[in-house]
């Protein structure tokens, strides 16, 4: 069964920084995509970054480019996010996902629980 | 950017109904098109992925037909499970997009 279990959300200052983790298993990790995608409170879904299966490939939505590093550990199963720079904006429930190959062109078929950052002053 | 814009945004209907949902893409995204459904406090569920095929363990009663920029989610006979909110997304290029969401509600 494919788990995706995130942490490391939190309450953070205006222009502070936080590091999200993923935990998967059940599955080969480093055969497939990963994504991040997140849902501000009482809106719609909004996708942040996608890493391809090596790690080397990345895409940032515009509103985070320039603040937010997605990587991946294919040796321990573990996805990351690095948040700098935050933004009262960036108050969402941040999911980790799956996609359904290696690279583009897969829809995410498997979506952790999520994991709150509220950026407060 | 590719907008995605779904419709209704929000529907009444009663168990047993056929429910249609509308999602128009700003450009063709040719059949690069998921459909989530995303029940209250809980993560997204992949219903539909490249337009019309059925995820693995999803109800036959769910379908997905278009390409292009036009797209349908259809579902047969409503069911008391499916009272959730449905999001369309494009995968054809970054950055991704999705619809701003279809709150399907009981009648």
């Known amino acids: 069964e494919v788990q995706l279990l995130e942490s490391g959300g939190g309450l953070v200052h205006p222009g502070g920084s936080l590091r999200l983790s993923c935990a998967a298993s059940?599955?080969?990790?480093?055969?497939?995509?990963m994504s991040w995608v997140r849902q501000a409170p009482g809106k719609g879904l909004e996708w942040v970054s996608v890493?391809?299966?090596?790690?080397?490939?990345?895409y940032y939505a515009d509103s985070v480019k320039g603040r937010f590093t997605i990587s991946r550990d294919n040796s321990r199963d573990m996805l990351t996010l690095q948040m700098n720079s935050l933004r009262a904006e960036d108050t969402a429930v941040y999911y980790c996902?799956?996609?359904?190959?290696?690279?583009?062109?897969?829809?995410?078929?498997?979506w952790g629980q999520g994991t709150t950052v509220t950026v407060s002053s | 950017d590719i907008q995605m814009t779904q419709s209704p945004s929000s529907l009444s209907a009663s168990v047993g109904d056929r429910v249609t949902i509308t999602c128009r893409a700003s450009?063709?995204?040719?059949?690069?098109l998921a459909w989530y459904q995303q029940k209250s406090g809980k993560a997204p569920k992949l219903l539909i992925y490249?337009?019309?095929s059925l995820e693995r363990g999803v109800p036959s009663r769910f379908s997905g037909s278009g390409s292009g920029t036009e797209f349908t989610l259809t579902i047969s006979s409503l069911q008391p499970d499916d009272f959730a909110t449905y999001y369309c997304?494009?995968?054809?290029?970054?950055?991704?997009?999705f619809g701003q969401g279809t709150k399907v509600e009981i009648k």
């Open positions: 996902a799956k996609g359904g190959g290696p690279l583009r062109y897969y829809a995410l078929d498997a």
């Open positions: 059940g599955f080969t990790f480093s055969g497939y995509s």
């Open positions: 490249k337009a019309s």
């Open positions: 450009q063709s995204i040719n059949s690069w």
């Open positions: 997304q494009q995968y054809n290029s970054y950055p991704w997009t």
């Open positions: 890493i391809y299966s090596g790690g080397s490939t990345t």
